[in-house]
């Protein structure tokens, strides 16, 4: 009797390991999950998306909902200064809804301020700024609590070529979460170019060194695609000298990018 159960035990055994196995074989082989997330993306303006389209592509694909926020309206696009400003805006406008459907992520949000570092018309440039700034702190802190978002990416104080309004929203993102301690509540991620990806750029591009990139992102050649047909969208500002660029560079860097995660330590120091 002690050496049936014996054997029974290692059957039971025997067959507990192969299923544990066949599990994890599963698992493994199983498509890629996020749980549904709610991701906000906040930019300053209609094609800023373009950098990190294929990231977006790639959540949606997955079944999370993305939400873009635009913050600047297109009037004074200065590529097209001979277009009057309303229909410059609303050909921006367009743009970037087209842009929202090819990559199958939420109509955009527009903020539709004029501009967050300066002031068109009489020079006011510094008070129209910081009041601008207060406007649209108050417009994402409503948009947050609205939308609920499990992480917020922007760009990061690279600004992705230096541009003042990448820089001062990325930083207006910032203040807000710290001013209502909402850090860890939507975990924010900024956008930007690692040194490695830049090494023989035309030193347009602003980058950060490697080691200070805490997240990596892959995508499938499939939201790539998606990618490229969603810059098509912009034939208000592009040329198509412009999209061919922009295509041909999407196509022959590595199908990752990184972002870096914005934390804060809590634990108080007496000295620096």
Known sequence: MKLNLTLILKRNTSILVSLT??????????????GNKTILVVVAHPDDETAFGSVLAKHA???DTVYLVVAVDAKYDTRLISASPDSLNKAKQYDVICSCKKLGIQP??????????RKHGEKD??????????????KLKKTILD???????????????????HIIVGSLVTELLLREGWVDTYPLYYFGWTKTQEANGDGWVRFADDQYFNTRVTYTDEDEQKAMQFVQ????????QDMDEMISYELERENELFFRKFNVAKELQEKF
Do not use: W
């Not at 440039?125 to 009041?131: H, K, L, P, S, T």
């Not at 990416?153 to 690279?158: F, K, R, S, V």
């Open 61 to 63: 694909r997955l079944g």
């Open 125 to 138: 440039g510094v008070r129209d700024a910081v009041e601008t700034g207060n406007q649209f702190r108050e």
């Open 21 to 34: 196995l066949i599990s994890f074989l599963l698992l493994m082989c199983s498509p890629e999950k996020t």
């Open 108 to 117: 955009p949000v527009f903020f539709s301020f004029a501009s967050m570092d």
């Open 233 to 240: 969208c912009y034939t208000s500002g592009f040329t198509q």
């Open 147 to 165: 939308i609920q978002p499990d992480l917020i990416i922007t760009l990061g104080p690279e600004g992705e070529y230096g541009h003042p309004e």
